[in-house]
């Protein structure tokens, strides 16, 4: 996830895009680059670092001209720093361009491009785009043509920006699964991927659908078809936020915003793993002692994994806290173990002290990291990520589902190299996993009847969450989303361990939320569910089979979904209550109490 923000018209550009990325720095902010022209000349300017330091150290400010792109990173191809920072160009120096996405074809596009002659730069999945429209544009006068034969060879998610001296009053902009949106001005004109970078100029807005790119100049604009060339009509839309609500995209909190983004956020996750994940699976299948080390959330991703590594690849990790890990485990790691340690910052204390461990011990480190060049992926041998972008909300929720979408991925790709399992099961949960992004749409459209569910719960001051077999993660994290920002107490476990003590705590109305998709043991949950209402418990039920509503006093009906890949699924309608029971309570669950975002220290 990274910024765009792009301005032609009367105003000095640089002003009008140094405002632009500063509101969307909460998308990326490992670096920053701005783009102007100026009488047939480019002028650009990039750096790591923060925008504010940016502006001061380069001076922003200071470049000329009266149309121009800017950019705020979140690194996902090469680390953050100078020479990978937005905006890059072709070999000659006249097309500039910034990209907020993933170019998963990237690495063959290079070796083409290279051996054709093309200088590189940067280590980004994004200059090979530059370098594909310079190569289409020696073969036509048409430097539209030239873009749109460039972008049709690419495969993966783009909003681009693209500014080129041969054609000095326009600006391009295009859209494939990365959000961008115009900002209709009088006599100017905007683009970016927000609304809240432009709002302070316009509140005219166009939003780009996907395979759609648009030419703006100061004072028209036209929305083609990237396929076809054609001019697509769009309607405008009248903005009414305010700017604070535009900042979280009109939501109130941005837990709610990232629970929302889920969807894009678990395509970016496929796409950005699609062209790696084979040669990772490749590299640790012949380890037979696996550990999976975390914390909080990211460990419950580990227990998911635990469950896609038995059922998939045979194999049976270890799922170790890393603050247990580290202490108790040190003679048991050799240079025959794997250690994969799964972390959203990068950045924890414990994690990273279990992962130097196992380094020193001469294990195989594999991290599973949302902070590009964050200190895990610095000590680890491999590094996946997942791609969810800048989590802003205390409470881990796109980053959570994009950890089980990696762990899902490369769970399917160790079982193909192993043989373990029939490839035609396989292709089928890739393909499962491929419709999870809509699956999470459907889901999210309850929303409003969590509100309610949680209205009639806000009182309540004991919640168990139950599951079984790869449902027992998914009651875990839903009971750490409740405790964490509602401040209610609540306890999740293994549906067989009911009857072993935590029943004697069920009395009337007491909440239970039984996870229960169809899978190996769901006659088994409905005996859990029974025993529980005997008991006088409230059941809650997530689940895809009508015959579970006859035992639940309220039935959340749920998509049909293989049952591996059914806790990135579940685990939404679990977010929205915990996030709807916060509020209703009067607590901010976007900064819960006693909590930090990462946790650096022991
Ligand atoms: C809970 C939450 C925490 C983190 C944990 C590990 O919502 O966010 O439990 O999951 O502190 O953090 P990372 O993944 O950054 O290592």
Known sequence: MCGIIGYIGNRPACEVIVKGLKRLEYRGYDSAGIVTEEGGELFIRKGAGKIDELTEKLGFLKMPGRRGIGHTRWATHGVPSDVNAHPHTDCTGKIALVHNGIIENFAELKEELLKRGHRFESDTDTEVIVHLIEEELESTESFEEAMRRALLK???????????????????????ESPLVLGIGEGENFAASDVPAFLEYTNKAIFLDDGEYAILTKDSYVVKNLDTGEIVEKPVHEIEWTLEMAEKAGFPHFMLKEIYEQPGAIRDAIHGNADVIRAVAEEIAKYEKIFIVAMGTSYHAGLVGKYLFQRLARKVPIVEDASEFRYEFEDLIDENTLVIAITQSGETADTLAAMKLAKKKGAKVLAIVNVVGSMATRIADLTLYTHAGPEIGVAATKTYTTQLTVLTMLAVELARVLGTVDEDYLNELENGLKSVPEMVESVLKYDGGLRELAESLAEKSDFFYI???ISVPTALEGALKLKEISYIHAEGLSAGELKHGPLALLEDGVPVVA????GRTLDKMVGNIEESRARGAFIITLGDNEELKRVSNAFIEMPEVDELLSPIVYVVPLQLIAYHLAVLRGNDPDKPRNLAKSVTVE
């Open 154 to 176: 690419l495969k993966g998610s783009f909003a681009l920006g693209i500014i080129y001296t041969g054609e000095p009053d326009r600006l391009y902009f295009v859209r494939n």
């Open 467 to 469: 599951g079984r077999g």
């Open 515 to 518: 996870i229960a998709p169809s």
